[in-house]
């Protein structure tokens, strides 16, 4: 019943999501983990104590070990998952956490993504173009990259290795992607290193943040800083640029350019639209103690694999979940739940709804020629690199 690797899962995963909702809700699969499919179970497994993050990390720890036996050393990567605070558990988690809200400071931002959104528009002269290549999928890197404060000819690159970064957080990594991940990981900390004491850097939240934890009475180590911006970089990345291309192909195919066109602001829409198709699919969790849960007994040291995108579509909480209503206001678990709550929702939000807003108002109609093609290889983060599109 559980079988996320499979491509017709990963292009459409709903099915198997149904079944084991029906069936299994509760899953024990053969690989060892439990998989979770109801929304309040979900909701309840990320607000509990019982459980941590970090299940993957403890796995890459595994296979750095393994790999050093045969003489492949991949101790980078561990440099830089180090400080993920995805991978921490309070009080690391609450410290590093605490460091980043406290001090980013959101003023700009908007006008930042308008600029960027601007100039990717003003590039397409060609009634024909791929939505991805050419607009979503630049988006979001040439954004944080400003954010940050980076030279903005470096997004490119960036870009491509938060897409190896990313797979960091897949449910399973073999131990030949270990070594692709690792070679992105040494590539991300000497880039970062560099730029903690580059004085010719523009202001930005990376200037701003080595700034303030100069003063700080409990500095982060350059190591903790190297990681905070490396997943900053990978968080908004890969997520940033499913929604943006999932989100298009649902308004060009469930025929809804007309009726948001008209709408002055779509934030209640967009919301519908992170339910109906989660860029976050699956989040991992490790059980802490002993635990029941509906009748299963969960050991500690469980692995827990909650399935976001079946939560999103559960009957028991949306109505006619397979249907896009754009007024729902649907309380969806996209962002997740709890103290590992994205820290980014508001900034996926702000480039999304500019996105799809000046889009739909310079490309009248779009229709889609092919596509989408080329999906990520893994249901984890769920989306795909193609969609061919006209004007008109
Ligand atoms: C549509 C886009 C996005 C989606 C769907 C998304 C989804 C998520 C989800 C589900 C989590 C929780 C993970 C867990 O509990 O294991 C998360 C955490 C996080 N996200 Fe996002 N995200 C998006 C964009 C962003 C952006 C733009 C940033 C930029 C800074 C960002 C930064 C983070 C960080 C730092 C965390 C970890 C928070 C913590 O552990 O306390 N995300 N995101």
């Known amino acids: 019943m559980w079988n996320p690797l499979d491509q017709n899962n990963i292009h459409n995963p709903y099915p198997m999501y149904d079944l084991l909702r029906k069936e299994a809700p509760i899953y024990k699969a053969q690989t060892g983990e439990w998989i979770f499919t109801r929304y309040e179970d979900v909701k309840h497994v990320l607000t509990s104590k019982n459980y941590g993050g970090g299940n993957r990390k403890d796995w890459i720890e595994r296979g750095v070990e393994y790999l050093a036996q045969k003489d492949i050393d991949i101790s980078h990567i561990v440099e830089a998952m180090n400080s993920f605070i995805l991978q921490l558990d309070p009080p690391s988690h609450t410290k590093i956490r605490r460091f980043v809200t406290d001090n980013w400071d959101k003023n700009g931002v908007e ?25 979503t999928a630049k988006l979001p890197s040439m954004t944080t990259a400003k954010i940050m404060g980076l030279p903005i000819a470096d997004h490119a690159y960036l870009h491509d290795l938060a897409t190896e970064m990313i797979k960091a957080l897949d449910l399973y990594v073999s131990l030949k992607e270990l070594v692709v991940l690792n070679d992105a990981s040494k590539k991300f900390v000497t880039y970062f290193r560099d730029k903690l004491t580059d004085n ?15 003063h700080a009475e409990e500095p982060l180590t350059d190591n903790e800083l190297i990681s905070v911006f490396i997943f900053l ?76 995108g079946a939560a999103n579509r559960d009957p028991a909480v949306f109505e006619s979940p397979n249907e896009i209503q754009l007024d729902r206001n649907p309380k969806h678990l996209t962002f997740g739940k709890g103290i590992h709550y994205c820290l980014g929702d508001w900034l996926a939000k702000y480039v999304s709804e500019i996105a799809i807003r000046e889009c739909l108002l310079k490309f009248n109609n779009l229709t889609i020629i092919e596509g989408p093609t080329d999906w990520y290889n893994n249901l984890a983060i769920r989306g795909f690199r193609s969609l061919k599109v006209r004007v008109g």
């Open 111 to 135: 006008d930042i993504i308008q600029n960027n959104v601007n100039t990717l528009i003003n590039n397409i002269t060609t009634p024909e173009f791929d939505l991805v290549t050419e607009f």
């Open 200 to 214: 010719s850097l523009s202001e930005g939240l990376l200037k701003h943040l080595v700034s303030v934890n100069k």
């Open 233 to 308: 970089f990978v968080a908004s990345e890969e997520t940033s640029v499913s929604f943006l291309g999932m989100s298009f192909y649902n308004i060009i195919t469930h025929d809804l350019q007309s009726e948001l066109i008209v709408r002055e602001n779509i934030s209640l829409e967009l919301e519908e639209l992170l339910r109906f198709n989660s860029p976050v699919q699956l989040l991992g969790r490790i059980a802490l103690e002993d635990t029941i849960i509906d009748n299963h007994r969960i050991k500690k040291g469980d692995t827990l694999t909650l399935c976001i």
